[in-house]
């Protein structure tokens, strides 16, 4: 199903919302609004409000929205993240932990955000006590992005388990994973991009009840076809978000253009 309203086109595909916006701030900042709007809705709860964070070159509108919209309810919040390198410094320019103070709790002043200590000399502790967090603070709110190999989170292909009996554990990062870090920026090459990472499971992830991904540019677009036809399965683990019970795809332009031709309307 299609709609088309001031130049952004809404479509499902077996029960996965898309929104397609004119460009990459617009969409950007129509997830905000999308997060704020829930942040407000579960601070009307009277609990505290679990948020889980993504980072990488696809947050950066959204994020920049976010922590620019008044009246949120941040001192409810307990803030986590979805990954983090293992032995990455964390004032690296890569770093998720540098990443986030940078473009989110420097700007607004939360009632809690946990990091993942990447950096630790003992990571599986590092993963007990931030589920045993986590467990406690029951997020209801996540906010994703989709890689170029599909991951989720740090999820690769090679690493993705739908079924993982584990909430968060230690994973090898491929070489499509690494080449992406290397060509947002973060590492001069993908060879000086970390091998290894800590990462929440799917599982995990899923029982988040509500997902906002941001998908913009496009370098995502041929990701974003594969997650809505390819077969479901770890060999593009986005797929799965198509079994979600709420999730939407912010999209732009770039990262629609492989989409023209699927559905019968003309996209922008």
């Known amino acids: 199903m299609e709609t088309q309203s001031n130049q952004v086109t809404h479509f499902t595909s077996e029960g996965l919302k898309l929104e397609i916006h004119p460009d990459r701030k617009s969409a950007g900042a129509a997830a905000a609004r999308a997060v704020a709007e829930e942040l407000l809705r579960l601070d009307k709860l009277g609990k ?7 980072t990488g070159a696809s947050q950066f509108d959204t994020l920049e929205a976010l922590t620019s919209t008044p009246g ?9 993240h979805l990954d983090e390198y293992v032995g990455l410094p964390e004032d690296h320019p890569g770093s998720f932990r540098r990443y986030l103070r940078e473009r989110l709790t420097s700007h607004v002043t939360m009632r809690e955000f946990l990091e993942m200590n990447g950096t630790a000399g003992d990571l599986d502790a590092v993963c007990r006590e931030y589920m045993k967090a986590m467990h406690l603070a029951d997020p209801q709110l996540c906010l994703l992005g989709i890689g170029e190999n599909g991951h989720l989170a740090f999820n690769d292909p ?11 554990k230690v994973v090898e990062l491929d070489q499509a994973c690494r080449q992406q870090q290397a060509a947002e920026g973060w590492f001069g090459s993908w060879q000086e991009a970390p091998e290894r990472a800590l990462t929440l499971t799917i599982p995990t992830v899923f029982r988040i009840p509500k997902l906002i991904a941001s998908v913009p540019g496009s370098r995502k677009a041929h990701v974003i076809r594969r997650t809505l036809e390819d077969p479901i399965s770890t060999d593009c683990p986005s797929t799965l978000l198509r079994k979600h019970p709420d999730v939407t795809i912010y999209l732009d332009t770039d990262s629609a253009v492989e989409l023209k031709g699927i559905f019968k309307a003309d996209l922008p």
């Not at 505290?48 to 993504?54: K, L, P, Y």
């Not at 949120?72 to 986590?80: A, E, K, Q, S, Y």
């Open 48 to 54: 505290g409000i679990g948020v889980i964070f993504a």
């Open 72 to 80: 949120l309810p941040w001192n409810h919040v307990l803030g986590f």
């Open 158 to 168: 090679a690493e993705a388990d739908f079924s993982d009996p584990l909430p968060m």
